[in-house]
């Protein structure tokens, strides 16, 4: 049996050497599985680095079949980001196990965690404890219809600073800030900076980005990992862009 890549060990070591990364999320309730080939030919001619998979609300097995054919194109490695266990699967290559900790309703900071176990136990995903982190960004998000929470006001720095340092003692892995999916407002530079400042696991960032001037200000803020759906979804020509930053 091949030994599956150590997706975690290789972000360290991105972290470690200064090397950013950027991942191409793909929402399988807003993305047709036909036009995979076609996508997936942009994203790995990008300087991608992973392509995450999942979203808020999504069909039983359409996860499954999304990530099979990803898989045909790319050598990428595929991380799920799932908004319920249904769209856990063991084609994928590793799973982001996220707790909400900016809510909270116990479903989502260990109840769904339990029900997945089972699940998980059936499959050969690196499983990575990642503490999940809503910030409010203009408008309601699906992340707040599902979980019944509310995302912390950008304006608490420090509550947000408290709250990712929290997840870290608790021994999370990775620390994600999200402004969600297709906010209005990118998470600022402040923001990014101040939790990065306090922390000494890899920072995730999305939400909310659309250009490659805000995706640079996000990796001089401090992101390791910077997450960009819904700009590709909006305008693919947005590829373009990333072949030429610098």
Avoid: C, W
Wanted: a negative charge.
């Amino acid at each position: 049996m091949v030994k599956r890549q150590d997706i975690y060990q290789d972000i360290i070591k991105s972290v470690s050497a200064k090397e950013k990364l950027l991942a191409v999320l793909i929402d399988p309730d807003k993305f047709l599985v036909e036009n995979t080939r076609a996508f997936i030919e942009k994203v790995n001619a990008s300087i991608a680095t992973h392509v995450f998979v999942g979203g808020s609300t999504v069909d039983d097995f359409v996860t499954d079949t999304l990530v099979a054919e990803i898989k045909k194109h790319t050598g990428l490695p595929i991380v799920l980001f799932p908004g319920d266990i249904t769209q856990i699967t063991g084609k994928a290559d590793a799973i982001l196990f996220l707790s909400l900790l900016s809510g909270r309703n116990p479903e989502y900071l260990i109840g769904k965690h339990v029900e997945a176990v089972s699940k998980l136990d059936k499959t050969e995903l690196q499983v990575i404890s990642t503490g999940y982190i809503l910030i409010e960004s203009g408008k309601e998000t699906a992340v707040q219809r599902v979980t019944k929470t509310n995302p912390i006001p950008r304006n608490e720095v420090q509550k947000i600073i408290n709250t990712a340092k929290a997840g870290q003692l608790l021994g999370m892995k990775l620390i994600y800030l999200e402004a969600g999916s297709g906010a209005e407002n990118a998470l600022s530079g402040e923001i990014i900076k101040s939790v990065k400042n306090e922390l000494n696991i890899p920072l995730i960032v999305g939400g909310g980005i659309r250009s490659k001037a805000q995706l640079e200000q996000a990796y001089k803020a401090g992101a390791d990992l910077v997450v960009i759906g819904t700009a590709f979804e909006d305008d693919d020509l947005f590829f373009e862009d990333l072949k030429m930053i610098n």
